[in-house]
């Protein structure tokens, strides 16, 4: 069984910073690509950024240049490293990973998510 816990989430002033974590753990056999995701309300879940085991990143353009994504491969962990932010960007924030887990014999990719991480940037 694999679990992804996130932590960091809160209550931040315009311009402050947060730093999001997340760590993947269980009966992994490797990990393909770690990200976070973003809901509003009445919005749709949306991509914040993400990177691959090969330490390739991606960012929604809404961020570029204000968030950066890092892992740590040795702990199977993401992190989100939130700088400037806005009011636009509370929300819930979901850590996802793309990989491989390993039951007995038997290897199965797949998507896993985690329970969500309150984000809220507010005067």
């Known amino acids: 069984q694999v679990q992804l816990v996130e932590s960091g989430g809160g209550l931040v002033q315009p311009g402050g910073s947060l730093r999001l974590s997340c760590a993947a753990s269980g009966s992994i056999a490797s990990i393909y690509a770690m990200g976070w995701y973003r809901q509003a309300p009445g919005k749709q879940r949306e991509l914040v950024a993400d990177i691959t085991s090969g330490g390739s990143t991606n960012y929604a353009d809404s961020v570029k240049g204000r968030f950066t994504i890092s892992r740590d491969t040795a702990k199977n962990t993401v992190y989100l490293q939130m700088n400037s932010l806005k009011p636009e960007d509370t929300a819930v924030y979901y850590c996802?990973?793309?990989?491989?887990?390993?039951?007995?014999?038997?290897?199965?990719?797949?998507?896993?998510w985690g329970q969500g991480t309150q984000v809220a940037v507010s005067s």
């Open positions: 996802n990973a793309d990989l491989v887990s390993r039951s007995g014999a038997y290897l199965r990719r797949g998507d896993y």
